[in-house]
């Protein structure tokens, strides 16, 4: 088992500082990438636990082939942090849950939930989409951390961005999948918004809001990319009535007891900033 230095520990807590370009980039266009979020020491030491609480809590067991798009898309697991302690450190991070709040321009923000995303080498494509078609939240005061364990090259399938597209109502209410690959991406072709597809160093972090389309290309290496996500929302979100049976599932889930009209202060949804 790795060990967790003095020096990674208070790493997830120190402030990182935007600029106000930053700030406006990512008011523009609802994405940015950071680097050097974390050092390599970090990312590696949370890479080796993160892939370790992957392989415990896996039950896939079917493979490539006899999946359909979504599940060639990775493999996926919720709320590590419930599960295990190291995993709940980088969740919890001081230094993201900063940086989430001030590109939303909040006071302060909840975890909605976490995930392992983890794109198996041959994994396919992850269909264009936009996270809060499945989300029963009143505002689009949300925004995910896309936090990759290692180094993503092109050939892995680093996450993609459509900049700006959160104008875009069309393919709003599509759930991910080969219907919104086609539909959304049809959509953005007669657009002036531009596609960016750019490789990831280690410790660059990207972030983007819950309404801004979004999709990563297939794994062509043998070697697995390991990705976690950290989903953030305004501290005062408040639950709104759930609009397709997606969100119905998600209220259940991830905002267990909560009710509508009010703010979502469910025990797995503690403020992490502010």
Request: aromatic share 10%; charged share 25%.
């Amino acid at each position: 088992m790795p060990v967790l230095s003095k020096e990674i520990l208070a790493a997830l807590d120190q402030p990182y500082t935007l600029t106000q370009d930053q700030l406006d980039f990512f008011d523009k266009n609802r994405f940015i990438k950071l680097k050097q979020v974390f050092d390599r020491p970090t990312m590696e030491y949370f890479n080796e636990v993160i892939a370790d609480r992957v392989k415990q809590m896996n039950t896939t067991t079917t493979t490539l082939d006899e999946r359909d798009t979504y599940g060639k898309a990775f493999l996926q697991l919720f709320n590590l942090w419930l599960e295990d302690e190291e995993v709940k450190k980088l969740v919890f991070s001081k230094r993201m849950a900063k940086i989430a709040a001030d590109l939303m321009q909040v006071e302060g923000v909840r975890l909605y939930h976490d995930q392992a995303l983890f794109k198996e080498g041959g994994g396919g494509i992850t269909p264009w989409h936009a996270d809060q078609y499945y989300w029963p939240l009143a505002s689009d005061k949300t925004i995910t951390a896309w936090i990759p364990l290692q180094a993503v090259p092109l050939e892995m399938g680093p996450l993609e961005f459509s900049a700006g597209s959160h104008q875009i109502v069309e393919g709003r209410e599509l759930s991910i999948g080969d219907e919104s690959e086609t539909i959304i991406e049809q959509k953005l072709k007669v657009t002036d918004f531009e596609h960016v597809i750019e490789p990831f160093d280690i410790g660059e972090i990207s972030f983007h809001s819950g309404w801004v389309f979004h999709r990563a290309g297939a794994n062509k290496t043998t070697t697995t990319r390991n990705v976690m996500t950290v989903i953030y929302m305004d501290r005062d979100m408040i639950l709104k009535n759930p609009e397709n049976k997606n969100q119905v599932h998600d209220w259940d889930t991830w905002c267990p007891g909560a009710e509508i009209g009010k703010i979502i202060n469910s025990p797995i949804n503690p403020v992490l900033f502010g």
